[in-house]
């Protein structure tokens, strides 16, 4: 078996940032699509076409454990001593709060790909709360309330957050001619996980405890149980986007908001606030504006 290592340093970034923009059609505000399609290109250059990806791994088997266990035992406690705590806590101010029912919701992600959610303009919650509420009634039949939730909450990162990815998936593949295939999403996994009790997907807060099992039959346990790892890359230091992108720019002209006051607004920010400003710009050049890919990139420094 080949393995091949590719390095994408910042120029690459940049140059991929702005390609990556153009093939989705919407401003990308999920940095690591950038290294997805610099796969599929190198992929495709090697006479590889077609990939595979582990997407809805975490979705179906609670690969996200921390936060469903967060949850579980929010509604198991609320179950049990909800009636105490509210009694207790109500009677001082400063913890009144800790009664109230945001507490036990879930925070699970939404991404519609449209510029208001891509600038946290548009927090959607009324949205999210009902697509939930579809999710727990989905799961009715689930005796114990936590375990209800907790499921819930899981198929509720399946219908709003897997949709990014698998767009993110196909257009970064499609890009570069090539096709990414998702064998967790066969529809009859797919039928499966989502009738799996909890317990088989998250166990002692082991995630992906059933996926794991299954895999230990034939991995070394050392791949399997190894820590869990995001797809990152230094974001912050390869984006240090300079004022050229925003002069006389769509933010400038239509909005009139100048790129000092742009670095004004996310100065204390970690830089997430910031991307979004520039991945605006970035689609409004290209869309709005017809401006060429070969003339944003210049822009952001990437020619």
């Known amino acids: 078996m080949e393995i091949v290592y590719h390095h ?86 400063d913890l009144a709060h800790v009664t109230r029912d945001d507490l036990f919701l879930p925070h699970f992600r939404t991404t519609t790909g449209d510029v208001a959610n891509c600038l946290g303009l548009s927090s959607g919650q009324f949205g999210r709360r009902a697509r939930f509420d579809a999710c727990l009634e989905a799961y009715s039949f689930v005796e114990r309330l936590e375990e209800r939730w907790a499921l819930a909450a899981m198929l509720a990162d399946t219908r709003e957050y897997l949709e990014h990815l698998l767009n993110r998936e196909d257009k970064s593949g499609m890009q570069a001619s090539v096709e990414c295939r998702v064998p967790l999403l066969d529809l009859e996994v797919l039928d499966a996980a989502l009738n799996l009790p909890y317990g088989l997907k998250v166990r002692r807060r082991e995630s992906k405890w059933l996926l794991k099992a299954v895999a230990a039959r034939h991995l070394p346990r050392e791949v399997i149980y190894r820590p869990k790892r995001g797809f990152n890359l230094p974001a ?59 003339a944003v990139s210049d822009l952001v420094g990437a020619a």
């Open 236 to 294: 912050l230091e390869y984006l240090g986007l300079s004022n050229r992108l925003f002069e006389g720019g769509f933010w400038e002209t239509e909005l009139d908001l100048p790129a000092d006051r742009i670095r004004r607004y996310v100065a204390r920010d970690d830089g997430s606030f910031w991307y979004g400003f520039a991945m605006v710009e970035i689609w409004a050049r290209l869309f709005l504006r017809s401006e060429s890919v070969e």
């Open 8 to 93: 994408l340093d910042r120029q690459q970034f940049l140059r991929e940032l702005v390609r990556n923009a153009y093939h989705h059609d919407f401003p990308v505000y999920n940095l690591n699509s950038v290294p997805v399609q610099a796969i599929s290109r190198v992929a495709r250059e090697r006479g590889v076409k077609v990939l595979l990806a582990g997407e809805g791994g975490d979705e179906l088997f609670g690969g996200y454990a921390w936060r469903y266990e967060r949850l579980y035992r929010n509604v198991r406690t609320r179950r049990r001593w909800g009636r105490l705590l509210a009694a207790v806590m109500s009677r001082t101010s």
